[in-house]
């Protein structure tokens, strides 16, 4: 009898450790490539932002490093913010509902730097609500693509209408806020330049080689979680 009860335990304990459920459940704890629920094909990479995602040409540069099992969009928006109380905000804008309709897999959402405009500084206490409703639209779309959001590349320009120091002060800690809220990966593109001007137009505005500056970050902070060189 002993010998039968026994018996009956090694075979409970086999059929727990090689049952689906325990293979998933080890499977889980490992972050992947996401798996695309409704179409085949390549996975779908959304590029949200302002003019620094439409105009600067990053997009194209990470496609080009991403390869063919991706497919990058670009859905910037120049001019828009973050806050819902400025003459543009993001999510007023079409770029927005376009990038919806994309079903992305993953979005990499670059905003905050139109925020720093002297004459926005007054909604500053709304600022992290306002992204926290972006951040939670792109969430709860049917696929439930991954979010990453970036911290704002430095601004170097004396001419413009933007503050270097509140940046640095307001916006960069409050991006850094809402990726601890929200548990979503970050993506640091104001270390990534240092202090080089020379990577932008205007102190502002990345040229050709602050895209790929950025590509490249997006790219490296990718690959650090998903392990891209498995899916070429």
């Keep these: 009898m002993r010998k039968q009860t026994k018996l009956l335990a090694i075979v409970v304990v086999i059929v727990i450790v090689f049952s689906p459920l325990s293979v998933h459940a080890s499977n889980a704890s490992q972050k992947t490539i996401p798996q695309v629920p409704f179409h085949s094909g390549p996975i779908r990479v959304a590029c949200v932002g302002d003019s620094i995602t ?3 040409g990053y997009p194209m540069d990470l496609q080009a490093l991403l390869g063919d099992n991706f497919t990058v ?3 910037g928006c120049s001019g828009s913010t973050v806050s819902l109380e400025s003459w543009k905000p993001y999510m007023d804008q079409p770029q927005f509902q376009s990038a919806e309709a994309f079903h992305p897999d993953i979005i990499i959402i670059i905003l905050g ?12 206490a709304s600022f992290e609500g306002d992204y926290a409703k972006l951040i939670t639209s ?3 779309l049917d ?10 590349p430095p601004i170097f320009s004396n001419s ?7 940046l640095t002060d307001t916006i960069l800690p409050k991006t850094d806020d809402l990726a601890n809220r929200f548990n979503l990966p970050i993506i640091d593109l ?16 990345p040229n050709s080689q602050g895209a790929a ?3 490249d970050q997006v790219y490296n902070s990718l690959n650090s979680v998903y392990n891209l060189n498995q899916t070429s």
């Excluded at 439930?144 to 911290?151: G, H, L, M, T």
């Design 113 to 124: 730097t139109n925020d720093d405009l002297v004459g926005l500084h007054v909604y500053n």
């Design 143 to 152: 696929n439930y693509p991954d979010v990453w959001i970036a911290k704002s």
């Design 73 to 75: 969009a670009n859905f």
């Design 160 to 166: 413009s209408d933007l503050s270097p120091a509140y």
């Design 213 to 215: 500056i950025i590509a």
């Design 190 to 205: 104001y270390s990534a330049f240092g202090n080089n001007p020379e990577y932008f137009e205007d102190g502002v505005h």
């Design 54 to 56: 439409e105009n600067s």
């Design 138 to 140: 792109f969430m709860h």
